[in-house]
């Protein structure tokens, strides 16, 4: 077995341009959707050039080469931790045999953060899946100092997959901006409002939510995507 990975930095200085980080309540939450959707949007009516897409970690393919496949080089994408085999990545890691070094990620975030005005970075998994054999995603919050949205799909039991994700943020003392649903099919407003009550939830999380993400049906088409991050509440998202 490796040994453990070294705990993150903890930053003392944070770059003038803070980056926004998306994480969800699991690994298929809608994290990338979200991502990608706001990139669009930003690319669009801001300027394409000041957007970045950032994926610290991943295990296998799969966000980086969506980005890619979406956005080609018209905006800037960026990953600086690439395992091989799509597990965990303190197993994925072991497997290959090396070492996750974050401070390698946190500098690439930093070089991204000085030159972009938008970077979203991607966080792996849900708010509590291992990062290396110490740190979670929800400790690399809080280590990193990143305010982020957590991503809660649609369906059934998601209510208490979100409370127990609010409530290891707050143990963790990891700052979610705000909670943005996303439909994982197609669904009617009555439909979303019955598995995802908004008032319940913020009462029961102490997070606004900012938004109903529609189902997109192309994930690989920008003005869905456009329009799809147009239901959210972005003027929460300017500072």
């Known amino acids: 077995m490796l040994s453990p990975t070294p705990l993150a930095p903890t930053i003392s200085t944070l770059p003038p341009r803070l980056p926004l980080g998306i994480v969800g309540t699991d690994t298929d939450a809608g994290k990338t959707i979200v991502s990608t959707a706001l990139a ?3 690319a669009k009516y801001e300027t394409a050039a000041d957007v970045a897409l950032f994926k610290p970690v ?7 080469e969506r980005y890619s496949e979406i956005f080609g080089d018209t905006i800037e994408t960026a990953n ?5 085999d799509p597990l965990a990545p303190p197993i994925a890691a072991e497997r290959q045999g090396v070492e996750i070094d974050l401070g ?3 500098r690439d975030l930093q070089a991204i953060a000085q030159r972009r005005s938008r970077t979203i970075v991607e966080w792996l998994g849900g708010l509590g899946s291992p990062v290396t054999w110490e740190l979670t995603v929800a400790d690399l919050i809080r280590d990193w100092r990143m305010a982020s949205l957590l991503v ?9 997959q979100v409370v127990a994700c ?3 943020a707050r143990e963790a003392k990891a700052e979610i901006l705000g909670i943005v649903l996303n ?4 669904m009617d407003q009555e439909t979303c409002d019955q598995f995802m009550p908004i008032g319940l939830i913020e009462r029961l999380t102490y997070l606004p939510v900012l938004g109903c993400l529609p189902f997109v049906e192309n994930i690989r088409d920008r003005d869905q995507l456009i329009a799809a991050a147009a239901q959210l509440n972005l003027e929460a998202l300017q500072s």
Do not use: F, H, T
């Open 40 to 42: 669009a949007y930003w």
């Open 58 to 64: 991943q295990s296998g393919e799969g966000d980086i």
């Open 166 to 168: 609010a409530a290891l």
């Open 80 to 84: 600086s931790i690439y395992l091989r």
């Open 152 to 160: 809660v799909p649609v369906r059934l039991g998601s209510i208490s």
């Open 183 to 186: 439909c994982v099919e197609p």
């Open 104 to 106: 390698v990620a946190w």
